[in-house]
């Protein structure tokens, strides 16, 4: 069984800052990819950043500047510093991992999700 758990959302005023954080444990062999999605009411899920194992990173044009997706491989943990933040960035918030279990299985993991509310 594997496990991502999500911390650090919350409410916060346009311009503020929130960082996510999400942290994978069980049966791992090895993560590959790691990513943030966010889904507003109403809104299908979409991604907004990504980071392979060696550090390659992908935004959304929407988020460019103002967000940061980071990971320490060590404690099997993405992060998402989201800067300058504004009112459509509110959603709730998905960790999402590709990591190949013990057994040599490979999966798509979520997290269970975090909301981010952004003030005007």
């Known amino acids: 069984q594997v496990q991502l758990v999500e911390s650090g959302g919350g409410l916060v005023q346009a311009g503020g800052s929130l960082r996510l954080s999400c942290a994978a444990s069980?049966?791992?062999?090895?993560?590959?990819?790691m990513s943030w999605y966010r889904q507003a009411p109403g809104q299908q899920r979409d991604v907004v950043a990504s980071?392979?194992?060696?550090?390659?990173?992908n935004y959304a044009d929407s988020v460019k500047g103002r967000f940061t997706i980071s990971r320490d491989n060590a404690k099997s943990t993405v992060y998402l510093q989201m800067n300058s933040l504004k009112p459509e960035d509110t959603a709730v918030y998905y960790c999402?991992?590709?990591?190949?279990?013990?057994?040599?299985?490979?999966?798509?993991?979520w997290g269970q999700g975090t909301q981010v509310t952004v003030s005007s």
């Open positions: 069980g049966s791992i062999r090895s993560i590959n990819v």
């Open positions: 980071i392979t194992s060696g550090g390659r990173t």
């Open positions: 999402n991992a590709h990591i190949t279990n013990w057994d040599y299985s490979a999966w798509n993991y």
